[in-house]
T-cell receptor
Framework: QKEVEQDPGPLSVPEGAIVSLNCTYSNSAFQYFMWYRQYSRKGPELLMYTYSSGNKEDGRFTAQVDKSSKYISLFIRDSQPSDSATYLC????????????FGGGTRLMVKP | NAGVMQNPRHLVRRRGQEARLRCSPV?????VYWYRQLPEEGLKFMVY????????ESGMPKERFSAEFPKEGPSILRIQQVVRGDSAAYFCASSPGGGAEAFFGQGTRLTVV
């Protein structure tokens, strides 16, 4: 079993839809949770960075962390074709710096 | 305001040759991380370095791979005697501190022929 599980998709939605992306994890020591967006043949781009449980909102993006369920989510409102990319969740333990454990990524396609 | 710079972007090596991948972190960042992304797989942590020190190399293969981050100059990931299985995208990330957000470069795509 992988430490971080993520549905690979692809997830196809119409423009304007609300997108929900999720990851589950098994290591209760994870404290920092991140979402990255990766366009084809590009480097990962940090979207959201959260510590411990709770919600964080930034523009059209909302990240949720539920440590009791070992479950994290990223919501994208009013999705745009430019949001089409692979979304990677990542997490790390306290005092582990940015030695991140990544999920396999979910490929999202937003159709005009 | 340059981000993390990696070069070369593409590198082709024959089996048995050496590959050297370079990473210049964001100015002022003293923490560097290397990750490898195999085709159709997620990113895997390889090594964590600070200036002149290897902090954690638990993700590095035991043989043929080495990394350094000298006092001056970029961080280098070196792969000796490359094999076809080393073909992958190698990403470098940097952060100003151990617990702060890490920013990734565009990667070096290594192809071993």
């Amino acid at each position: 079993q992988k430490e971080v599980e993520q549905d690979p998709g692809p997830l196809s939605v119409p423009e304007g839809a609300i997108v929900s992306l999720n990851c589950t994890y098994s290591n209760s020591a994870f404290q920092y949770f991140m979402w990255y967006r990766q366009y084809s043949r590009k480097g990962p781009e940090l979207l959201m960075y959260t510590y411990s449980s709770g919600n964080k909102e930034d523009g059209r993006f909302t990240a949720q962390v539920d440590k009791s369920s070992k479950y994290i989510s990223l919501f994208i409102r009013d999705s745009q074709p430019s949001d089409s990319a692979t979304y990677l969740c990542a997490m790390s333990q306290a005092n582990a710096g940015n030695m991140l454990t990544f999920g396999g990524g979910t490929r999202l396609m937003v159709k005009p | 305001n340059a981000g993390v710079m990696q070069n070369p972007r593409h590198l082709v090596r024959r089996r048995g040759q050496e590959a050297r991948l370079r990473c210049s972190p964001v100015k002022g960042h003293s923490h560097v991380y290397w990750y490898r992304q195999l085709p159709e797989e997620g990113l895997k942590f390889m090594v964590y370095l600070q200036k002149e020190n290897i902090i954690d190399e638990s993700g590095m293969p035991k043989e043929r791979f080495s990394a350094e981050f000298p006092k001056e100059g970029p961080s280098i990931l070196r792969i000796q005697q490359v094999v076809r299985g080393d073909s992958a995208a190698y990403f470098c990330a940097s952060s100003p501190g151990g617990g702060a957000e890490a920013f990734f470069g565009q990667g070096t795509r290594l192809t071993v022929v």
